[in-house]
């Protein structure tokens, strides 16, 4: 079975904190992905990852920067947490010839 | 117009009835669709995938795409309290790098 494991379930950060959410998958999978999930919005992907050390813009990835120095380990971060940045974020990982994302269980960040 | 659409429900229903969730789309490149299930506090897990027009059945799951129409469905049989999760459809087009794009997912309780 895949396993994608993210740092921390919930994390409770200040404004203006630097923030690491980190991802780690156990499959070898070539492609990481960030998301972030809001009531009403759905997922949006934030960073992605085709391989170790390359990363691609989402569709929001104002706010956060990426890292992925190993395969399997892919780091969100947050240089300077704000208020509008609380949310669910979520990792998944794919391996780069089949469609399938696996999923980790999530980390409920409050920046207040 | 947003490329893909789906009610937020929530929708609630009887043990044993059967549940239709549904999602429209507007690109016409879209070639994967899959269905995702997610757990209250749980990251998403795959339910379904098919690549083709036409229904894909899994026990008391069936997955309906209609391309003309840039319609899909997923029915569930005999629902059980145990279905009760947010259904998430997702689109993969072609030639595409792994990004998914998804729906804003819907809400099911079913009551014993």
């Known amino acids: 079975d895949v396993k994608v494991t993210q740092s921390s379930r919930y994390l409770v950060k200040r404004t203006g904190e630097k923030v690491f959410l980190e991802c780690v998958q156990d499959?070898?999978?070539?492609?990481m992905f960030w998301y972030r999930q809001d009531p009403g919005l759905g997922l949006r992907l934030i960073y992605f990852s085709y391989d170790v050390k390359m990363k691609e813009k989402g569709d929001i990835p104002e706010g956060y920067s990426v890292s992925r120095e190993k395969k399997e380990r892919f780091s969100l971060i947050l240089e300077s947490a704000s208020t509008n940045q609380t949310s669910m974020y979520l990792c998944?990982?794919?391996?780069?010839?089949?469609?399938?994302?696996?999923f980790g269980p999530g980390t409920r960040l409050t920046v207040t | 117009q947003k490329e893909v659409e789906q009610d937020p429900g929530p929708l609630s229903v009887p043990e044993g009835a059967i549940v239709s969730l549904n999602c429209t789309y507007s690109?016409?490149?879209?070639?994967?669709f899959m269905w995702y299930r997610q757990y209250s506090r749980k990251g998403p897990e795959l339910l379904m995938y098919t690549y083709s027009s036409g229904n894909k059945e899994d026990g008391r799951f069936t997955a309906q795409v209609d391309k003309s129409s840039k319609y899909i469905s997923l029915f569930i049989r005999d629902s059980q309290p145990s279905d009760s999760a947010t259904y998430l459809c997702a689109f993969y087009g072609s030639g595409n790098t792994g990004k998914l794009i998804f729906g804003q997912g819907t809400t099911l309780q079913v009551k014993p």
């Open positions: 690109n016409s490149a879209f070639q994967y």
């Open positions: 499959m070898d999978h070539e492609n």
């Open positions: 998944a990982s794919r391996q780069g010839s089949k469609n399938e994302q696996y």
